[in-house]
């Protein structure tokens, strides 16, 4: 949607193909507002997908993109995209959302970016560092295994209900 920057990345993605870089872009999720696809062929999008088809998906992604502009819910809530990315060993890249970039730092699994024009800049350092890549990689899988998983996230959420209920 475009509360949740997708026509930026589009844009940003049209903009480095035109100086050259091999880069396209797949959508996993829904497109409620309708937005126009068909004037960009490196754009695939695909519904929301079973954890099974999505797995398959995820293997043909060098990056996961986290473009959620920054507001008062997105600033706190890209936890599920985020662990998703890093359960498939992707780096992450997303725009400086509060708590993602905390745990992104935390685990150097990925990168954030304050605006569009970092979110280029780095766009391009990926295409050429696959060292860097690499790196992040593996961390994002070692977060994954080690914190951000489904037994760990269910511990915490008990915890808190059992908090509040108190």
């Known amino acids: 949607s475009k509360a949740r ?4 990345l589009i844009e940003v993605v049209k903009n480095l193909r ?3 870089f091999a880069i396209d872009l797949v959508i996993n999720g829904s497109n409620p507002e309708r937005i126009y696809l ?3 062929p490196w ?3 695909y519904e929301l997908q079973p954890l099974e088809r999505l797995s398959e998906v995820l293997r043909t992604f060098d990056v ?4 959620y502009v920054d507001s008062d819910y997105w600033g706190r809530m890209s936890i599920t995209k985020m662990a998703t ?5 992707l780096p992450i890249l997303a725009l400086q959302l509060t708590e993602t970039s905390n745990i992104l730092a935390k685990w150097e699994c990925g990168i954030s970016v304050k605006d569009w024009d970092d979110m280029v800049a780095t766009l391009r350092s990926l295409c050429s ?7 992040l990689a593996v961390n994002a ?4 295994v080690e914190e951000y998983n489904w037994a760990n996230q269910v511990e915490r959420m008990g915890n808190f209900v059992e908090s509040v209920c108190k």
Not at 5 to 8: K, L, S, V, W
Not at 85 to 89: L, N, Q
Not at 141 to 144: G, V
């Open 18 to 20: 035109e100086e050259g």
């Open 43 to 45: 754009v695939r999008l």
């Open 85 to 89: 990315y890093m359960a498939a060993g």
């Open 129 to 135: 560092d696959k060292p860097l890549l690499g790196k």
């Open 38 to 40: 068909g004037a960009y």
């Open 5 to 8: 920057g997708f026509p930026d």
């Open 141 to 144: 899988r070692k977060a994954s």
């Open 64 to 67: 996961g993109v986290i473009p």
